[in-house]
């Protein structure tokens, strides 16, 4: 069930933070135990999907020909749930919403859902049900794989010459809470990708601006190159990056599309999650096996830290930073904390309070405070209860519900190891390490261990 990639030898990296004066694990406010939050933490509310739009940009009703057309058309081919929460968007402003990249709105690319092309093996109406559904409520983003029909083992096996493709637990927690804040936070765009990954080009192009990625334009250019994402330097200011899938996830999204089960991913969630694993793992995803290389990770499943931070700055094009809360052995044991707890809710509040959700990296440990596993999921909310204490409202894409999750801050602070904040919430509490200083950083750690692996070896053969 978890999923988060814990690297305990290289957790303090990419746009990385540590949170100020570190405090011995025996804090008082960490429980005695720590258990996994999907058997912990029951399911309280329903919280109203509400996108954060400026007032002054929000529209409600069609205003023009074009959009009475595109909106009448797409009607007509819907059901009647997907007509129903066709209206919910027009009626929340997210149909009508232009923040994308290219300043297209929902309702524009939806349309070019339905009446394009869309690739080989995958069908207009699913994909433009899929994206409604996900816009309207992005908590039916799930990171679920689902079984493989038996009509489907023989050419995947042949694909992956053997090797096995039954994926019970996927690795794609942080690409699909990515997703997830996409379709919340930025649902033109969320279109925009949806109709991209799914055209026949099987991608999307981005401007990005340098600066979000690196305060030096050299340094920016260095993290794309390690990154190995496709780009074209534009200026000393913006690139253009182009996103897409791995290529086995045309299999997966097929499948999805013709023999999806309930709490299975949809062929939208395949395209967008398998994307975003690129991103990450340096172009190295396999949609079929769940499993990944690259240059920067040991483990083959998952994404680590400074890999997430630089997807979640490149997909919104923002200065992501992540903050590290838990000190962390190098034997993976928690053993204390970068800062008090009052100072982490802070930070995670004004970044809540500033209209971004925070995706945070959380830890599960065993009886000897030694980290097993770890997940990540995304704060979208707060509230207070009757005793004054915080209840962070959560949506967690491996927890088979598609609702809100609610948890105490006692339950959930102790447990957070990191979360990604925009750069103003902690520009004033820590001290800015570049991205791209950590990330050599990292990178030169990993050769440096790998070439001590290699002289073990050679003196085991000799």
Same mark, same amino acid.
Request: proline content about 3%; overall charge negative; hydrophobic content about 35%.
């Given at each position: 069930?978890?999923?988060?990639?814990?690297?305990?030898?290289?957790?303090?990296?990419?746009?990385?933070?540590?949170?100020?004066?570190?405090?011995?694990?025996?804090?008082?406010?960490?429980?005695?135990?720590?258990?996994?939050?999907?058997?912990?933490?029951?399911?309280?509310?329903?919280?109203?999907?509400?996108?954060?739009?400026?007032?002054?940009?929000?529209?409600?009703?069609?205003?023009?020909?074009?959009?009475?057309?595109?909106?009448?058309?797409?009607?007509?081919?819907?059901?009647?749930?997907?007509?129903?929460?066709?209206?919910?968007?027009?009626?929340?402003?997210?149909?009508?919403?232009?923040?994308?990249?290219?300043?297209?709105?929902?309702?524009?690319?939806?349309?070019? /859902? +339905? =009446?394009?092309?869309?690739? %080989?093996?995958? *069908?207009?109406?699913?994909?433009?049900?899929?994206?409604? #559904?996900? @816009?309207?409520?992005?908590?039916?983003?799930?990171?679920?794989?689902?079984?493989?029909?038996?009509?489907?083992?023989?050419? /995947? +096996? =042949?694909?992956?010459?053997? %090797?096995?493709? *039954?994926?019970?637990?996927?690795?794609?927690?942080?690409? #699909?809470? @990515?997703?997830?804040?996409?379709?919340?936070?930025?649902?033109?765009?969320?279109?925009?990708?949806?109709?991209?990954?799914?055209?026949?080009?099987?991608?999307?192009?981005?401007?990005?601006?340098?600066?979000?990625?690196?305060?030096?334009?050299?340094?920016? @250019?260095?993290?794309?190159?390690?990154?190995?994402?496709?780009?074209?330097?534009?200026?000393?200011?913006?690139?253009?990056?182009?996103?897409?899938?791995?290529?086995?996830?045309?299999?997966?999204?097929?499948?999805?599309?013709?023999?999806?089960?309930?709490?299975?991913?949809?062929?939208?969630?395949?395209?967008?999650?398998?994307?975003?694993?690129?991103?990450?793992?340096?172009?190295?995803?396999?949609?079929?096996?769940?499993?990944?290389?690259?240059?920067?990770?040991?483990?083959?499943?998952?994404?680590?830290?400074?890999?997430?931070?630089?997807?979640?700055?490149?997909?919104?094009?923002?200065?992501?930073?992540?903050?590290?809360?838990?000190?962390?052995?190098?034997?993976?044991?928690?053993?204390?904390?970068?800062?008090?707890?009052?100072?982490?809710?802070?930070?995670?509040?004004?970044?809540?309070?500033?209209?971004?959700?925070?995706?945070?990296?959380?830890?599960?440990?065993?009886?000897?405070?030694?980290?097993?596993?770890?997940?990540?999921?995304?704060?979208?909310?707060?509230?207070?209860?009757?005793?004054?204490?915080?209840?962070?409202?959560?949506?967690?894409?491996?927890?088979?519900?598609?609702?809100?999750?609610?948890?105490?801050?006692?339950?959930?602070?102790?447990?957070?190891?990191?979360?990604?904040?925009?750069?103003?919430?902690?520009?004033?509490?820590?001290?800015?390490?570049?991205?791209?200083?950590?990330?050599?950083?990292?990178?030169?750690?990993?050769?440096?261990?790998?070439?001590?692996?290699?002289?073990?070896?050679?003196?085991?053969?000799?």
């Amino acid at each position: 069930m978890y999923s988060y990639n814990i690297n305990s030898s290289l957790y303090n990296n990419y746009n990385t933070l540590k949170a100020g004066k570190s405090s011995n694990v025996s804090n008082d406010e960490q429980p005695k135990e720590v258990k996994p939050s999907f058997t912990s933490n029951p399911i309280m509310t329903q919280i109203p999907f509400n996108p954060s739009f400026a007032a002054s940009n929000l529209r409600t009703e069609l205003s023009s020909k074009d959009e009475k057309k595109k909106y009448n058309e797409l009607t007509k081919l819907l059901d009647r749930e997907s007509k129903k929460q066709l209206n919910v968007l027009l009626k929340t402003g997210a149909l009508l919403n232009s923040d994308s990249n290219d300043n297209s709105t929902t309702l524009d690319n939806l349309y070019k /859902i +339905a =009446a394009a092309p869309r690739a %080989q093996g995958l *069908n207009n109406i699913v994909i433009l049900k899929d994206t409604i #559904a996900a @816009i309207a409520d992005p908590h039916v983003i799930t990171q679920q794989f689902g079984n493989i029909p038996q009509q489907y083992k023989a050419q /995947i +096996a =042949a694909l992956e010459n053997g %090797q096995d493709a *039954n994926v019970e637990h996927s690795g794609t927690c942080v690409s #699909a809470s @990515i997703e997830f804040n996409l379709a919340d936070k930025h649902p033109a765009e969320f279109a925009r990708f949806a109709e991209g990954l799914s055209s026949p080009s099987l991608s999307v192009k981005k401007d990005i601006k340098l600066n979000n990625l690196a305060d030096n334009t050299l340094d920016a @250019i260095w993290l794309l190159n390690a990154f190995e994402i496709p780009y074209e330097a534009k200026d000393f200011d913006k690139a253009t990056l182009t996103f897409a899938p791995d290529k086995n996830a045309i299999v997966r999204a097929h499948i999805q599309t013709v023999d999806r089960d309930k709490y299975e991913r949809s062929s939208l969630d395949v395209l967008m999650q398998s994307t975003f694993m690129q991103v990450g793992s340096q172009q190295s995803y396999d949609s079929l096996t769940d499993k990944r290389a690259g240059k920067f990770n040991q483990n083959d499943k998952g994404l680590i830290e400074f890999e997430k931070t630089f997807t979640e700055s490149v997909v919104e094009d923002k200065n992501k930073i992540s903050v590290t809360y838990q000190t962390v052995d190098e034997n993976a044991r928690l053993v204390g904390y970068e800062t008090d707890f009052n100072t982490m809710k802070k930070q995670i509040c004004d970044a809540l309070n500033l209209g971004e959700n925070v995706i945070i990296g959380y830890t599960q440990v065993d009886g000897n405070n030694t980290i097993i596993n770890g997940h990540e999921i995304t704060i979208t909310g707060i509230k207070v209860d009757k005793d004054g204490k915080l209840i962070f409202i959560c949506n967690d894409t491996d927890d088979n519900v598609s609702k809100p999750v609610e948890y105490s801050e006692d339950y959930l602070l102790p447990k957070i190891h990191h979360a990604a904040l925009p750069q103003s919430v902690v520009l004033n509490d820590v001290n800015l390490v570049e991205n791209w200083v950590e990330g050599l950083k990292t990178y030169k750690e990993l050769k440096k261990q790998a070439g001590q692996q290699a002289g073990s070896r050679f003196q085991m053969a000799a």
